[in-house]
């Protein structure tokens, strides 16, 4: 799981272009939006994208990402219970 | 003495022209096939937030726009009309290659956003919250002239006071390797390159923002007065001169009264001729080239009405830039006569403002 982390930390930071924030920088229970990283809508289908792409995982119900979407731990957590790749 | 007046200018180029004294600290690159912009820093005039998702065309145009914006003390212009030859070029790319490497799914909207030609001008009305009139003219190597004649019908006629105008174009890599099969660029074997008597095919490639605030009155700032623009999709060399003539007329000028011209030379000999000009109508009078320093793109004659604004402001022209030995004791008007690959064809005449 620590190892699944510290992929999707250094994901998050190369798709999103995150100039000046580094892998170290994010903690696990960060809120990525609002308040914490600061993403947005556009990030957001961003991360969407990257799970289907990296994980193979399809959302289908864009209201799941809200609780998925909260934090790396929770998309860790999201992603080792679905994935297909 | 409304008019059309440039009362600020900013730039970003191949030169180091963003915070340097005019042409202070110039290089002449004879070896290189591509000039890449200078980059300025741009934390200090766009949010973390937005700068991350910006290509280097946007963060050019908005730094060059600001500057612009800062010296004619103009907060919120009445409209932002910019020009792009080749639009916002590196993201076009990013989005075609992701179709292409992902089979046509997992599209990310990033850059799909930031690819369409008007993002430059959208993203400089997005930060400056600017809701006035937005226009994106595409049209090849008049592309920034075109603004031109949008901004100064509208200030002529008394519809706006101050308009923000800029061209744009940025280099991308998939779009250079084109150019270098197609030798739009020049081939490695013609080095050193020059833009003057050349004897191959081709021109040095480059890129750059180039913004100018203009308004119906002069002020404090001003560099000069765009007395008039004009443009021509196609025309054959032995054309120009009466291109040239038949606009000066227009004006009420004759060639005598012509006191600097600036030539758009970039050393394709396929296409050096129509600037025979040079020799036959204005062999007396003192010359300009610049794309030597600015390298060719299809908004490089931004680069050219910034150095002839200059040049009007400092009354005298660097070395660097001159043609021909020729000078004048003061520089009242200026013409610039620009094309590329024999099309689109353009004339700006620039006067004093005091004149």
């Not at chain 2, 060719?296 to 009007?312: K, Q, R, V």
Request: charged fraction near 20%; glycine fraction near 8%; proline fraction near 2%.
């Amino acid at each position: 799981m620590d190892a699944l982390k510290q992929e999707l930390k250094s994901k998050i930071i190369e798709v999103l272009n995150l100039e000046d924030i580094a892998v170290e920088d994010i903690n696990d229970n960060d809120a990525l939006f609002g308040d914490g990283l600061g993403l947005d809508s556009i990030d957001a289908l961003e991360l969407i994208v990257l799970l289907d792409k990296d994980y193979g995982i399809k959302l289908t119900d864009p209201k799941e990402g809200k609780n998925i979407f909260q934090s790396i731990d929770t998309m860790a957590a999201y992603i080792t219970a679905n994935r297909t790749k | 003495m409304k008019g059309c007046y440039i009362n600020g200018m900013g730039i970003v180029s191949v030169q180091k022209t963003f915070d340097s004294e005019f042409l202070s600290e110039v290089i002449v690159n004879e070896t290189e096939n591509v000039l890449y912009a200078q980059q300025p820093s741009y934390k200090e005039m766009i949010p973390p937030a937005m700068i991350r998702r910006m290509a280097k065309g946007v963060k050019m145009g908005i730094y060059a726009s600001t500057k612009a914006l800062e010296e004619a003390g103009i907060e919120i212009p009445g409209a932002i009309i910019t020009g792009t030859g080749m639009g916002c070029v590196e993201d076009s790319e990013k989005f075609l290659k992701a179709i292409l490497d992902n089979d046509e799914q997992f599209l990310t909207p990033t850059s799909f956003i930031q690819s369409t030609h008007n993002t430059v001008g959208a993203q400089i009305a997005l930060g400056l919250q600017c809701k006035n009139y937005n226009f994106t003219y595409v049209n090849g190597a008049v592309s920034m002239e075109t603004a031109l004649i949008d901004a100064k019908m509208q200030l002529d006629n008394d519809e706006l006071t101050n308009v923000l105008v800029g061209g744009i174009d940025e280099t991308s890599s998939h779009t250079l390797e084109l150019f270098k099969l197609t030798q739009i660029i020049k081939k490695e074997e013609d080095k050193p390159y020059s833009v003057l008597n050349s004897n191959s095919k081709g021109v040095v490639f480059g890129e750059g923002a180039n913004f100018f605030a203009l308004a119906n009155t002069p002020n404090d700032t001003t560099y000069a007065k765009i007395e008039d623009v004009a443009i021509y999709s196609a025309l054959q060399p032995e054309q120009v001169a009466n291109f040239v003539t038949e606009f000066l007329k227009a004006n009420n000028l004759a060639i005598s009264e012509i006191d600097a011209v600036v030539f758009g030379n970039n050393g394709d000999v396929t296409h050096d001729g129509y600037y025979n000009v040079s020799s036959t109508i204005f062999n007396e009078t003192p010359q300009v080239f610049y794309k030597h320093l600015s390298g060719e793109y299809n908004t490089a004659s931004g680069f050219g009405l910034w150095l002839a604004a200059n040049i009007m402001k400092q009354q005298q022209i660097p070395a660097i830039v001159k043609m021909n030995g020729l000078q004048k004791d003061s520089y009242k008007t200026i013409l610039l006569y620009n094309q590329y690959l024999g099309k689109d064809h353009s004339l700006i005449l620039l006067k004093n403002a005091k004149a």
